[in-house]
């Protein structure tokens, strides 16, 4: 399982930033995929999911700002992330996501991407 996380970086509260995520075929073929995030001191935890036919799921703190998308074709999920606020600030990690409890399907990660939100 490979998966590779890139797009993350320091923006100013209320910008943008997208991330990529480039998964091997074995988990993107036949999974829902999923966006996580772990800040500082706090557990691993769901941010967005995408089913293989495009049907999403959002956490409550992002929906409405965040969007996820999957590119068949590239084995990439993406999640573009809007209005951020300085509590989104985390490392942000793509897996598959089991769709009935949100949860990963997966103990390998990548090494994610840091998001900081910072005036």
């Known amino acids: 399982v490979q998966l590779v996380e890139s797009g993350g970086g320091m923006v100013q509260p209320g910008g943008s930033l997208r991330l990529s995520c480039v998964a091997s075929?074995?988990?993107?073929?036949?999974?829902?995929m999923g966006w996580y995030r772990q800040a500082p001191g706090k557990q691993r935890e769901v941010v967005a999911g995408?089913?293989?036919?495009?049907?999403?799921k959002y956490a409550e703190s992002v929906k409405g700002r965040f969007t996820i998308s999957r590119d068949n074709a590239k084995n990439t999920v993406y999640l573009q992330m809007n209005s951020l606020k300085s509590e989104d600030t985390a490392i942000y990690y793509c897996?598959?996501?089991?769709?009935?409890?949100?949860?990963?399907?997966?103990?390998?990660w990548g090494q994610g991407t840091q998001v900081t939100v910072s005036s």
């Open positions: 897996n598959n996501v089991l769709w009935a409890t949100m949860t990963a399907g997966a103990d390998s």
């Open positions: 075929r074995s988990i993107f073929n036949y999974y829902a």
């Open positions: 995408i089913t293989i036919g495009g049907s999403t």
